[in-house]
T-cell receptor
Framework: KNQVEQSPQSLIILEGKNCTLQ??????????LRWYKQDTGRGPVSLTI?????NTKSNGRYTATLDADTKQSSLHITASQLSDSASYIC???????????FGKGTTLSVSS | DGGITQSPKYLFRKEGQNVTLSCEQN?????MYWYRQDPGQGLRLIYY???????QKGDIAEGYSVSREKKESFPLTVTSAQKNPTAFYLC???????????FGSGTQLSVL
């Protein structure tokens, strides 16, 4: 069964600290992996999209990594800010990128 | 200002009533989608449309209907057959199916 598992479910960190969110998937065939940020009561916003051949991709303070062999991805947030408080969703696209499998998300809270 | 507009932000449905959620995009995207988000769950696809006058059922289409008469509009009707409609509904679009998704800000539907 195609699944996307994210960990931890929730995380609390102090402002200025770094953190790493994990995503494991069993989707096959695999087309690409996406990370989204969703603020409470808002729609998700794309952070990164990585294909099979890409190992890492950055978007400002956000850096995503992908290991297609072990079917694992991580999202690293550097020097966290209060505005980083949100849910982070990992999405894996199946063949031709058409079938999207969404993870349940990791809720990040950044406190001052 | 380009993007996707969903309305209303909040909607209440009475027993036996049909309600329609609006979704408009000015990104000139061919593909549009409707997702349902429940607390602690990943997004689930209700319907999607690759082109005007065409749409396909997603994973949880029962109790919902859509139309795509114009490229920029993809309204979702939640019918009385949907027995558990309370959820956060997200509309999205992409240039073509499988490409990067752009989401609206969502509609929270509740049952009175």
């Amino acid at each position: 069964k195609n699944q996307v598992e994210q960990s931890p479910q929730s995380l609390i960190i102090l402002e200025g600290k770094n953190c790493t969110l994990q995503c494991n998937y069993t989707v096959s065939p695999f087309s690409n992996l996406r990370w989204y940020k969703q603020d409470t009561g808002r729609g998700p916003v794309s952070l990164t999209i990585m294909t099979f051949s890409e190992n890492t991709k950055s978007n400002g303070r956000y850096t995503a990594t992908l290991d297609a062999d072990t079917k694992q991805s991580s999202l690293h947030i550097t020097a966290s800010q209060l505005s980083d408080s949100a849910s982070y969703i990992c999405v894996v696209a199946g063949q031709a990128g058409t079938a999207l499998i969404f993870g349940k998300g990791t809720t990040l809270s950044v406190s001052s | 200002d380009g993007g996707i507009t969903q309305s209303p932000k909040y909607l209440f449905r009475k027993e036996g009533q049909n309600v329609t959620l609006s979704c408009e995009q000015n990104l000139n995207h061919d593909a549009m989608y409707w997702y349902r988000q429940d607390p602690g769950q990943g997004l689930r696809l209700i319907y999607y449309s690759q082109i005007v006058n065409d749409f396909q059922k997603g994973d949880i289409a029962e109790g919902y209907s859509v139309s795509r008469e114009k490229k920029e509009s993809f309204p979702l009707t939640v019918t009385s057959a949907q027995k558990n409609p309370t959820a956060f509904y997200l509309c999205a679009s992409s240039n073509r199916v499988g490409e990067k998704l752009f989401f609206g800000s969502g509609t929270q539907l509740s049952v009175l």
